[in-house]
């Protein structure tokens, strides 16, 4: 890749990281999702999953919704379970905004049978949704496929149109008697979720340039598309794609605004969440790397099944040509039908002489075959790749409903299949778990971009984490990058190369523009470990760290809408909705308004409530535990007894202009504003004021920091040799320049705390102590913590570098640390000793504030 290339792209993920701060802040605004999701979906969200579910809400509670956030875009790597977050985005609108028609729309029938399958068969392994059905405020819900929505829809009932983006495009530009229409739509809202989104961007990515054939037709469904949106107000666009070229300007420009949630492959990866990628560059004959492929796959189930693991890993076979393929299948089957225990001795006795490195995934599997009985090997090879147990998915009617189904349950045990052989039918829309080996079949092989940019489409898809379970534990992250252990090999998708220095070459670029992290060549590691002789010291074996309490929140914490941060005096903005309906009194052409209050009783109030099922008391309830009736609700100034709503209207038109129907819309609206901020500020749990204490054997232990290669250069996280300070735990020092500024600071001041003090030890907190805010429900982790010790007590301060540009976003953190030293209500919950627990203000780079933190530190500590 052209380093002018590579740095437009650090530029584009630059800005599109600059777009995502608009979201920086949403946990504090959103940070319970809504309990109905979850309950209602077949999985657990992961942390990140929440969080796009958490900024999709952020910006559909904004009263900008209609027009600024009614286009959204999730980009998500493959294999991040974007389907998931799809089915909870359908819960989402149902349940909060009562969406009720959605079409679901991609370029690929196979997906939509697969799709159909994940949100509609409740049978089925792969069903997103709860298998008891769906249940949203006590009521039963319904999904119902149809081809068209009807004019007058069931409660409690979900409308779900699957379709390519193709028969979408034909059935509205030649409508059909009782088929989807334009004109039927206008008066319907309704949802539009586009899978694989990426196709239907013909326009936009050849902006200015000559479009071929099919780019034409892709032109129209983008103008298709658009005109849906664009239908109704309550429209809205919802895309979820894994790739999109952040480096074409016109696409840049589309969709800067509309990335509700970036979470790309290499982000995927550094998580955990997918396996490692390796390549094997193999300079052998394609007979030769099929043989070698096998005999992998095999080991990874002899390993599996030595641990207790049941497992089936699958082999791909990857090719360039459809001939080429059908003919390394006929190859394979005749090379594994002739398979002798004469010819694989010679095999292993090979491979044991070229792969001699003791780290060598080749010299592992070759050691292991080594010593076990081959008979039985070459036995279970000639059982286990047959050409029952093969698919070759080249041909034309390939993806009908049989194989459509063997390839969406290839992790069933009883799916039979190990090995696929294909070109390109499965570079999309395929989700697998147990593919574990990508062999490209050298002849007729190509080198070019647009191959290699393929085949970096496919080890996406591959690299998908299979969970297993392990000592009675089923994780879905890696648990092995850091520990010496033979079942690393079920964590690891494998990809064989052709070892061709031009294809290699274009390879990593299409793997960097991917963003798929090589782990072999890609990773550099930053270890820190506690030191031998600390962890030996009574102070680390005996001694606690102290952590605040949680317990859960009462009726006492909401006894008023001001506990919600809902304030009772509403002002309603100018807006086109009355500019619409206020008719001849509008003067279209003034732009003065003046604001006068909405005069309110309790039948408008009542009518706006009964029409939220939000408000139901039983469910009202659950967030306003402080009520015992409706009535109270309605009428007590604790809650809406004081409601005022103020509304702007244009200068020549007064409230009494307003129809009633107008005024309870306007109603509405607050009352839909008040559930936004019950919803997001109701908790469950909270901090307290009384500390307990963890052994530091159970919260500080060795760590590890993994950075990539590619950006070691400039990097600004460094190690520093931290062996002769005997009051840093650890070996190492990582961190980056301010944290290193901030532990020579502190080194300043050892030999002065040594003088007071008999015990004193700097700790790097690693993402393990947290402390939740008093009476609140905010918690983090402070970066540091500083162990002391003289006759009397023993003291743990929170010490807290900070960057400047976080400074705000973080000020109640500070004001947290600094509380610990004046409040009287602190408890410690020690046993036999005494403990101080100490928070000093913001460490930073800026003058002023480092010397009011040295003045800090010197009157607490010194």
């Not at 089915?87 to 679901?104: D, K, M, P, S, V």
């Not at 009352?671 to 908790?683: E, F, G, K, P, T």
């Not at 290193?740 to 690693?766: A, C, P, W």
Request: with cysteine; charged share 30%; hydrophobic share 35%.
């Amino acid at each position: 890749m052209s380093e002018l290339l590579h740095s437009k792209i650090q530029q584009r993920f630059q800005q599109l990281f600059e777009l995502e701060s608009d979201y920086a802040n949403v946990s504090d605004i959103v940070p319970d999702i809504p309990s109905y999701i979850q309950d209602n979906l077949h999985h657990n969200l992961r942390p990140y999953q929440e969080g796009a579910i958490r900024q999709l809400i952020y910006t559909q509670r904004s009263d900008a919704a209609d027009m600024s956030y009614n286009h959204l875009l999730f980009h998500m790597a493959t294999g991040s379970g974007k389907t998931l977050v799809l089915a909870a985005t359908i819960l989402y609108l149902y349940g909060e905004h009562q969406q009720q028609n959605f079409i679901f729309f991609v370029n690929s029938d196979a997906i939509i049978k697969k799709t159909y399958d994940n949100l509609t068969n409740q049978v089925s392994p792969k069903y997103l949704f709860a298998r008891d059905g769906i249940e949203i405020d006590g009521e039963r819900v319904t999904i119902q496929i149809v081809d068209t929505f009807p004019a007058n829809p069931a409660v409690k009932t979900i409308y779900l149109k699957l379709t390519t983006i193709q028969k979408l495009h034909m059935d509205l530009t030649n409508p059909r008697e009782n088929g989807l229409t334009y004109e039927a739509l206008e008066e319907t809202s309704i949802v539009l979720l586009a899978d694989e989104a990426h196709h239907i961007n013909a326009l936009t990515r050849n902006d200015k340039k000559t479009l071929n054939k099919k780019e034409l037709q892709e032109k129209t469904w983008e103008h298709t598309v658009q005109r849906l949106l664009n239908l109704h107000p309550n429209n809205r666009l919802f895309e979820y794609t894994a790739t999109i070229d952040w480096t074409n300007d016109a696409l840049f420009h589309k969709y800067s605004d509309k990335v509700v949630y970036q979470y790309d492959l290499k982000r995927f990866m550094q998580d955990g969440y997918s396996k490692n990628v390796v390549l094997l560059r193999a300079n052998e004959e394609d007979s030769v790397k099929m043989i070698d492929a096998i005999l992998l796959s095999q080991y990874r189930k002899y390993i599996a099944n030595d641990h207790g693991i049941d497992l089936k890993p699958i082999i791909l076979f990857k090719s360039n040509k459809i001939a080429t393929s059908k003919e390394a299948n006929a190859a394979f089957f005749k090379m594994v039908a002739g398979l002798t225990v004469n010819q694989l001795e010679q095999i292993i006795q090979h491979g044991m002489a070229v792969h001699a490195s003791p780290g060598s995934i080749w010299h592992k599997m070759f050691q292991y075959y080594a010593g076990k009985e081959l008979t039985q090997v070459v036995r279970d090879l000639q059982w286990e790749f047959t050409e029952e147990t093969t698919i070759n998915a080249n041909s034309q009617d390939f993806l009908e409903e049989q194989n459509a189904l063997l390839l969406n349950t290839l992790e069933d045990t009883n799916n039979p299949i190990r090995t696929i052989f294909a070109v390109a039918k499965l570079n999309e829309g395929w989700d697998v778990l147990n593919l574990f080996d990508i062999v490209r079949i050298s002849e007729g092989a190509t080198g070019t971009k647009a191959t290699t940019d393929s085949e970096a489409q496919l080890i996406g898809r591959g690299a998908r984490y299979y969970p297993f379970e392990y000592e009675g534990e089923k994780t879905y992250t890696r648990r092995f990058d850091e520990k010496p252990s033979d079942l690393k090999v079920l964590e690891a998708l494998h990809y064989h190369t052709i070892n061709d220095n031009a294809y290699i070459k274009n390879l990593e670029k299409s793997l960097e523009a991917a963003r798929i992290e090589v782990k072999k060549d890609e990773y550099y590691r930053l270890q820190a470990k506690v030191k031998g002789k600390v962890k030996r010291a009574e102070w680390f074996q005996n001694g606690k760290i102290y952590i605040n309490k949680v317990v859960p929140t009462t009726e006492d914490d909401y006894q008023d809408l001001r506990d919600y941060n809902i304030s009772t005096d509403y002002e309603v903005d100018y807006e086109r909705m009355i500019e619409q309906r206020i008719g001849e009194k509008e003067t279209m052409t003034s732009k003065q308004t003046h604001e006068q209050a909405l005069p309110i009783d309790r039948r408008l109030i009542q009518k706006a409530i009964q029409r939220n099922k939000f408000y139901r008391f039983s469910h009202l309830k659950q967030y306003v535990p402080a009520i015992s009736s409706m009535k109270e609700f309605i009428e007590s100034k604790d809650f809406l007894g004081d409601l005022s709503i103020w509304v702007s209207l244009p200068v020549n038109v007064t409230t009494e202009d307003l129809s009633p129907c107008q005024k309870l819309k306007i109603v509405e609206r607050f009352l839909d504003y008040a559930v936004q901020h019950i919803r997001s500020n109701y908790m469950k749990v909270k901090g307290t004021p009384y500390f307990e204490g963890y052994s530091f054997s159970e919260l500080i232990d060795d760590y590890v920091v993994e950075l990539s290669k590619v950006t070691k250069a400039t990097d600004i996280t460094k190690t520093r040799n931290m062996k002769g300070q005997d009051w840093y735990i650890y070996d190492q020092a990582i961190g980056n320049h301010l944290e290193h500024d901030f532990i020579d600071l502190i080194q300043d001041y050892v030999e002065t705390l040594q003088e007071k003090y008999e015990d004193v030890y700097l700790i790097r907190n690693e993402r393990k102590v947290k402390i939740t805010e008093i009476d609140g429900t905010r918690g983090f982790m402070p970066d540091f913590l500083l162990y002391m010790k003289d006759e009397d007590y023993t003291y743990q301060v929170f010490l807290e570098p900070k960057g400047e540009h976080l400074l705000l976003k973080d000020q109640w953190k500070e004001e947290f640390l600094k509380s610990l030293n004046t409040r009287e209500d602190l408890e410690i919950l020690s046993e036999n000793e005494q403990v101080r627990l100490i928070g000093l203000r913001f460490y930073t780079n800026d003058a002023a504030r480092k010397v009011a933190f040295k003045k800090d530190f010197q009157d607490k500590l010194t």
